[in-house]
């Protein structure tokens, strides 16, 4: 059974940085593009980052570009998304979610989600 468990999520300061991470079950990263998505309160889901299967290169949304950055852990089987210099918009609820793929996709292309951790950045 795959499954997605995304934890790291919390509270913190404009400018500060928090890490999420994305356990996978039930597939291996080697086969599987991940990305990581946000939505906010009354906005669309956005990928914000994700990362190819076969050579783990990242794509990042424009909004991120130099603040996050994706890796994985192939022995752990996890997808980390290193978040720094947060601002208040980057308040939301994050995803991750895997396909099986060479590529990843930063548009919701995905099979399998995780259930969300919540990412809050006061000002």
């Known amino acids: 059974e795959v499954q997605l468990v995304e934890s790291g999520g919390g509270l913190v300061q404009a400018g500060g940085s928090l890490r999420l991470s994305c356990a996978a079950s039930?597939?291996?990263?080697?086969?599987?593009?991940i990305g990581w998505f946000r939505q906010a309160p009354g906005k669309e889901r956005e990928g914000v980052s994700c990362?190819?299967?076969?050579?783990?290169?990242?794509y990042y949304a424009d909004s991120v570009k130099g603040r996050f950055t994706i890796s994985r852990d192939i022995a752990r089987n996890t997808v980390y998304l290193q978040m720094n210099s947060l601002k208040p918009d980057d308040t939301a609820v994050y995803y991750c979610?895997?396909?099986?793929?060479?590529?990843?996709?930063?548009?919701?292309?995905?099979?399998?989600w995780g259930q969300g951790t919540q990412v809050t950045v006061s000002s």
């Open positions: 979610a895997a396909v099986k793929s060479t590529y990843c996709s930063p548009i919701p292309i995905y099979d399998y």
């Open positions: 039930g597939f291996t990263l080697d086969s599987y593009a």
């Open positions: 990362i190819h299967s076969r050579d783990a290169s990242p």
